[in-house]
């Protein structure tokens, strides 16, 4: 099966900095990658799918790219609201692995 | 409007069987492209996804737990369940349903029950 790996695992940041979270997977994944946002205590937010296509209602500070095997998500200027947990997904036909997520902290 | 709900017992002993069921409105799965998957998570862990069944019934399973998990769905009321047998205190987590359609993610999400494993 597939992995994926995320990096950082923590990430520390302050309020309008530029961040970025890369995820690697272990083989080609082609464009089959999703981005979601949770935060404690709630379900996960799709952010991205199809690695670079905004989700419903996301703000454009958020935006993918990548294909194959390396992907990246980038936060353009951080938001309070942005502090959260990230994953990575993907979701080839067979099964639709999670990264094991990057933690957003405030500096 | 599409919502999605888990229901099922929030306590189950080790060695039995979970049943959880999601209940979910707004679209239909009889709808090509569409599926409801289930994703678990325990505490302080990252996300962990475990099946998807998808309109003309294709179900797909986590390899490492294929073995001890069905997912089956009712269209006409609605739902889809997920069973995993023999369970143990490291399946203790909160279980999530989500919809996704075509070639998106997953769109849309239940709140998640939390079942914990425990004698």
């Known amino acids: 099966d597939i992995q994926m790996t995320q990096s950082p695992s923590t990430l520390s940041a302050s309020v309008g900095d530029r961040v970025t979270i890369t995820c690697r997977a272990s083989q080609s994944v082609s464009s089959w990658l999703a981005w979601y946002q949770q935060r404690p205590g709630k379900a996960p937010k799709l952010l991205i799918y199809?690695?670079?296509t905004l989700g419903s209602g996301v703000p454009p500070r958020f935006s993918g790219s990548g294909s194959g095997t390396e992907f990246t998500l980038t936060i353009s200027s951080l938001q309070p609201d942005d502090f959260a947990t990230y994953y990575c997904q993907h979701y080839t036909t067979y099964w639709h692995t999670f990264g094991q997520g990057t933690k957003l902290e405030i500096k | 409007q599409i919502t999605l709900k888990e229901s099922g017992p929030t306590l189950v002993k080790p060695t039995q069987t979970l049943t959880v069921t999601c209940t979910f409105s707004g679209f239909s799965l009889s709808t090509s492209d569409v599926g409801v998957g289930w994703i678990r998570q325990s505490p302080g862990k990252a996300l962990e996804w475990l099946a998807i069944i998808y309109w003309d019934d294709d179900k797909r399973y986590s390899p490492s737990l294929k073995t001890r998990l069905t997912i089956t769905k009712d269209t006409s009321k609605n739902q889809v369940v997920l069973s995993v047998t023999n369970m143990d205190p490291v399946d203790t987590g909160t279980y999530y349903c989500a919809h996704r359609y075509g070639g998106d993610g997953y769109d849309y999400w239940g709140q998640g029950i939390l079942v914990t494993v425990s004698s």
């Open positions: 199809k690695a670079s």
